[in-house]
């Protein structure tokens, strides 16, 4: 149980354009989804936490109005990278959990490549 | 504020030998602990955890971690490592207590065990 999936795996984009980013929570409600980045052999850096019905909240340092978060249902959030550049090239991972064990479940990563 | 300690970046060992992948942790208020593994080019999956209870936690794939309250730390272990446990190991933690309606994981730096033949 507990799976997440993410859609795309892999996507290549111009600079200029939106890429969407969608996490999933397959078996399971998720009140909660988080977003994270992780640069190359780096550890995850949460961009933003994102809740049911309500307004995502960012990290300090993260633009909200670059990295647009919808979370619509229980199984669904989307994180849209808007007018992106190539440096937001990177690895995008979401999970979702939290509850009274406060397991995270992560999913797949999508890999961005901005040219 | 709440930091987690990765105390070795890359840990190399040979098959069949034991492992210890070391973390230390800071925090003001009680937490949850847990470790995760992360393969090339995936997300992180969930080795153990340790919410209460008994200080010695198994997990999946004979991976195993003590709770040290005193020692504030969480070092993960396994008593035979094989090629297939190549692969990056984070430990991280979740401080108990704050309003909001979530806790955020914070995470260590990471671990790269590298099992060699």
């Known amino acids: 149980g507990a799976v997440v999936s993410q859609h795309p795996s892999r996507v290549i984009c111009k600079s200029g354009t939106s890429v969407k980013i969608e996490c999933r929570s397959l078996?399971?409600?998720?009140?909660?989804m988080f977003w994270y980045r992780q640069f190359p052999k780096k550890s995850l850096m949460l961009m933003a936490t994102?809740?049911?019905?309500?307004?995502?909240?960012?990290e300090q340092g993260v633009e909200k109005d670059k990295f647009l978060i919808n979370h619509a249902s229980l199984t669904l959030s989307t994180l849209t990278v808007t007018s992106a550049h190539p440096e937001d090239s990177s690895f995008y991972i979401c999970?979702?959990?939290?509850?009274?064990?406060?397991?995270?479940?992560f999913g797949p990563g999508t890999r961005l490549l901005v040219l | 504020a709440q930091s987690v300690t990765q105390l070795d970046s890359q840990v190399p060992v040979f098959e069949e030998a034991p492992v210890e992948l070391r973390c230390n942790y800071s925090?003001?208020?009680?937490?949850?602990l847990f470790w995760y593994v992360q393969y090339p080019n995936q997300g992180l999956q969930l080795l153990l955890k340790?919410?209460?209870?008994?200080?010695l936690v198994k997990g999946i794939n004979g991976f195993e971690a003590e709770f040290n309250k005193s020692q504030t730390s969480f070092h993960l272990r396994k008593p035979s490592v094989h090629i297939s446990d190549t692969a990056e190991y984070f430990c991280?933690?979740?401080?108990?207590?704050?309003?909001?309606?979530?806790?955020?994981?914070?995470f260590g730096a990471g671990t790269r065990l590298a099992v060699h033949p």
């Open positions: 999970s979702a959990g939290g509850g009274p064990e406060e397991t995270q479940y």
């Open positions: 078996d399971f409600q998720a009140t909660t």
């Open positions: 994102s809740n049911e019905g309500s307004k995502a909240t960012y």
């Open positions: 925090s003001s208020v009680s937490v949850y």
């Open positions: 340790y919410l209460s209870g008994s200080t």
């Open positions: 991280a933690v979740i401080p108990l207590g704050f309003s909001g309606g979530y806790n955020k994981l914070i």
